[in-house]
């Protein structure tokens, strides 16, 4: 079934850009990182650090991501990431965006189009950092419909 | 054929990691374009605003790209990036990279694995910012065999 | 004589954080120098790589800056900056940034201050990459009055 | 009474340069981050997350930073950041930094210079994110001279 689509909007800055004037793909996935989580505040998730608090859940790291670049956008663009959720599994899901900017002539244009694995993390017991997964929470995946 | 495997080392610094206290992943691929390029450079290949007066290319933008992250890292940690050629087509071509941390105990733990296609670009002529593909010369495969 | 104040607000993302769940310093750097391009914009001078045609204008670069930081802010802030002009000198000028964020009981919240001296810039010619400071074009100053 | 002086180096990126195809200056403030923290370390000082536990210090932020660009830096070059405290405060302390590079002719060029206030800070307690200032330990301070 079907979940929510949020759409996060972004302005791409000149220093976003590279020196063939076009976005350095890892602020991609910096503005994809923050469409995840913009997704579920807008679901009305409560943010990590309450959760932290509720579940132990401090995130939702990323396990796998795949992304195609179709065009390119350069600084003075805005982009529309479109993130929903494709697919519950047991301890991850998958959250799917796409990225588009409005067409001067109408329409808009797919830039990029991504597909991630993430989980919702715990911290790990014990002196070394780490984290671990755990199932999503019944009332979290509702809140996500 | 199998390309060379060219190896570029980076500290994990504390602005890197996220409240979390992990890497935030969108700097895996910040190190991942950084040991791209590294790779070419290694192999003897000029920098890109040289090769951009020679052949017109630009540099090598990416078109897709697959991620699995394995294990976490952390503030503290040097990882090691091990980047090769998997594959040459014609406008087009498969970077992989090996990212691996050095084991206290011995051997080194597999951090995450990514498969980049990325292509050689010039600049598209014209106002918009843009770029187009083009055939890998044949003396830069040579050089990274 | 004061310029223009003009405002650019952003999202703190939890990318934006680092491991003390506070704004990792650098990120208002990126932000303040998004607001200062975006002054230039919301004042109606053109984007740098049209002024680079008609004035061989590259950009604003920094020669100097001086920040103070008052308050932390951390992710799901949405933070005001501030931007107008201080000072218009020969080839120099003094950008000045009030970064605030609104305090839910009434008012806002001084987070940081900034004061940048930047020069307009023209690339230098020759194999170097290298840029010039040009005296500031007496249209653009009369755009941001 | 001088402290050690401790060099951080880093390699440009091509990421880390802009349109202009000069490094885009917040990238100097995740050095100069960076080689803060490598000071304490290569003085000896623990880690913050051991710091947390034996002193409830958890790093570092900056209250005030003064930078000067003095000459531009593009990718391929390496840079070198000179760390030191220039002065200990009650809460607070001056750590200065100076960034070159090596002159192909001899010597090496001057980049950017840094002066910045720090605090050791400690996490202020309750549900508000936030820091609080704590007066240097004298061992620490003793490592560093």
Redesign the interface.
Known sequence: MASREITYSV?V???D??????V????F??WI??AS?HFF?ECGVP???ELAKSHGI??T?????????IK?A???DTLHIHASIAEWRGKSFVQRYRVTRDNPRGGSDLIMECDEVRIF?A?REGDV???RAVVAPEEIRRLCE
Do not use: M
């Not at 850009?17 to 076009?22: L, V």
């Open positions: 302005r800055e000149f220093g850009c590279d020196p063939a004037r076009i350095w793909f890892p602020n996935f910096r990182d923050a989580r505040v943010p990590w650090h401090i995130g790291p990323l396990v796998d991501t795949h992304a195609k670049f390119t350069s600084y003075g993390a911290q950092p780490g984290i």
